[in-house]
């Protein structure tokens, strides 16, 4: 049967290059057959696997520049059903895309706030006379052009091919290697592969506490690739942190860790062992 | 000479009202005559200080919900000029502010997307139907209202006040303690307050280095109320640290213990020393 996949829309996001990514790695790796369905929203498409509407949704959760995705950290943490399935990284490249023939013709600049942020030098630079406008995905913000030359977008060329608009400049992030992380959600148990997600909160409300379980992975000589802490939405000051482990859940040392962290956690959460799936190249550049 | 405090507009946000209750609070405690200026970004309200054309910026650090405000981490980090010279907490009330005499009439919210998301399950629960839109902050968000029943904006009842427009219903968010941290930055040296924050980097990529910082800290007996992680930006899974302390810079145990911590780290900031100004209410409700 066809996996669906649900991603972030409209069509022309990161977040459907990705998933056009992965459905490749999907057919050339496991022969499985798949689709893609849009949502309006990363949460949306996070709760379309939970109510078996999709197979598998795939989602941002880190950039290189902006940090941590928070809705896809709290919506893991609140929907119990979700393992990581894989991850995968997209290298990302902004461009602007506009009807003007020249950069001081442009009044306003609409993307999502993220790409904005990753452009921000280079808008700054080139267009400081712009106002900046949010959207809620780079491909959305093309809509917004329509025949007028005092607008530009923000979004890859990909998207300006998909929907036959003109790219004034290319490669305006500024930063060179910007990339964003996503995982690959569904509700298959994940306990293969090198690395291992999990969230926790503390009996004790303060990062304080948070060196315990820190001390435990150091003497199991367990490497930390990344600590994130998210608000745990009761009062300002009490937080949830998310781990990310070089670690599998196979492994009876990973298990005897994880014991040794639950019993100084309040609460413990594991998300599932996966590994990077590797991309020789944007599906699309 | 009346200090000039700049802050995210326009007109009725939140930082606006964080804003007024500092202003009360610097001419009733420093006797200190002061005038607001409003910056369309946060970026911009803290570059005014920066680029002293402005005294003194009020910027949001952290909301209860959301968690941190990424941009004022990243431009304290970027900019070594400014202390932090004061905090605030200012309690969030939203109210869905509409021309519409029913929920059900709504076709499409207007917020700050940090709002939205704060009021996310009561949108669900009453008006399902609506898209959400995002805006640079909840108080241009009426300006999408005009005289169109269809549409609602979220935001105080004081912006709704300013602008003259009805409130639907009253405090909407979806967590009643919802509270947003501000921090007041300035140019002089910060040493005095109970509180210190501060950022660093670590010498390996790798948030197992972390562990030794937070050992010295643990072994000074100094607690920690918060830990936040932000990317470096050069590149995937490389990160600055940003801590609170429950100390103060002018105590020789506190600058001891900063010694041991320089000497593990690879690049450390120091943001001053500082306390919470109470308000007994906010300016406005």
Same mark, same amino acid.
């Given at each position: 049967?066809?996996?669906?996949?649900?991603? /972030?829309?409209?069509?022309?996001?990161?977040?459907?290059?990705?998933? /056009?990514?992965?459905?490749?790695?999907?057919?050339?790796?496991?022969?499985?057959?798949?689709?893609?369905?849009?949502?309006?929203?990363?949460?949306?498409?996070?709760?379309?696997?939970?109510?078996?509407?999709?197979?598998?949704?795939?989602?941002?959760?880190?950039?290189?520049?902006?940090?941590?995705?928070?809705?896809?950290?709290?919506?893991?943490?609140?929907?119990?059903?979700?393992?990581?399935?894989?991850?995968?990284?997209?290298?990302?490249?902004?461009?602007?895309?506009?009807?003007?023939?020249?950069?001081?013709?442009?009044?306003?600049?609409?993307?999502?706030?993220?790409?904005?942020?990753?452009?921000?030098?280079?808008?700054?630079?080139?267009?400081?006379?712009?106002? /900046?406008?949010?959207?809620?995905? +780079?491909?959305?913000?093309?809509?917004?052009?329509?025949?007028?030359?005092? +607008?530009?977008?923000?979004?890859?060329?990909?998207?300006?091919?998909?929907?036959?608009?003109?790219?004034?400049?290319? +490669?305006?992030?500024?930063?060179?290697?910007?990339?964003?992380?996503?995982?690959?959600?569904?509700?298959?148990?994940?306990?293969?592969?090198?690395?291992?997600?999990?969230?926790?909160?503390?009996?004790?409300?303060?990062?304080?506490?948070?060196?315990?379980?820190?001390?435990?992975?150091?003497?199991?000589?367990?490497?930390?690739?990344?600590?994130?802490?998210?608000?745990?939405?009761?009062?300002?000051?009490?937080?949830?942190?998310?781990?990310?482990?070089?670690?599998?859940?196979?492994?009876?040392?990973?298990?005897?860790?994880?014991?040794?962290?639950?019993?100084?956690?309040?609460? /413990?959460?594991?998300?599932?062992?996966?590994? +990077?799936?590797?991309?020789?190249?944007?599906?699309?550049?």
């Amino acid at each position: 049967m066809a996996a669906v996949i649900a991603h /972030l829309g409209p069509r022309g996001t990161f977040s459907e290059q990705a998933a /056009l990514a992965y459905q490749t790695w999907l057919q050339e790796n496991q022969g499985q057959d798949s689709s893609l369905m849009a949502y309006p929203s990363i949460l949306q498409a996070i709760q379309a696997v939970d109510q078996e509407a999709a197979t598998l949704a795939i989602v941002p959760v880190e950039n290189s520049i902006e940090g941590s995705v928070a809705v896809t950290l709290d919506t893991l943490w609140q929907l119990a059903s979700l393992q990581i399935q894989q991850a995968l990284v997209l290298p990302i490249r902004h461009n602007l895309i506009t009807h003007a023939h020249r950069t001081e013709q442009i009044e306003a600049i609409y993307s999502h706030p993220q790409a904005l942020g990753q452009c921000q030098q280079w808008i700054t630079r080139h267009c400081p006379q712009a106002i /900046l406008v949010p959207t809620r995905s +780079t491909a959305e913000s093309l809509r917004h052009l329509e025949d007028n030359a005092t +607008t530009a977008a923000i979004a890859s060329t990909w998207a300006a091919d998909l929907y036959q608009l003109p790219v004034l400049a290319r +490669t305006i992030n500024d930063q060179p290697d910007n990339c964003t992380k996503f995982w690959i959600l569904g509700k298959s148990p994940s306990t293969q592969g090198n690395h291992t997600s999990l969230a926790f909160s503390l009996p004790i409300n303060a990062p304080g506490a948070l060196l315990k379980p820190l001390e435990i992975f150091a003497q199991a000589d367990i490497n930390l690739s990344r600590i994130e802490s998210r608000p745990t939405k009761r009062s300002l000051g009490e937080y949830l942190f998310f781990l990310d482990l070089e670690a599998s859940l196979t492994a009876v040392h990973t298990q005897q860790t994880l014991q040794a962290i639950e019993d100084c956690t309040e609460q /413990l959460k594991l998300f599932g062992s996966y590994d +990077t799936i590797p991309i020789a190249r944007p599906a699309v550049e």
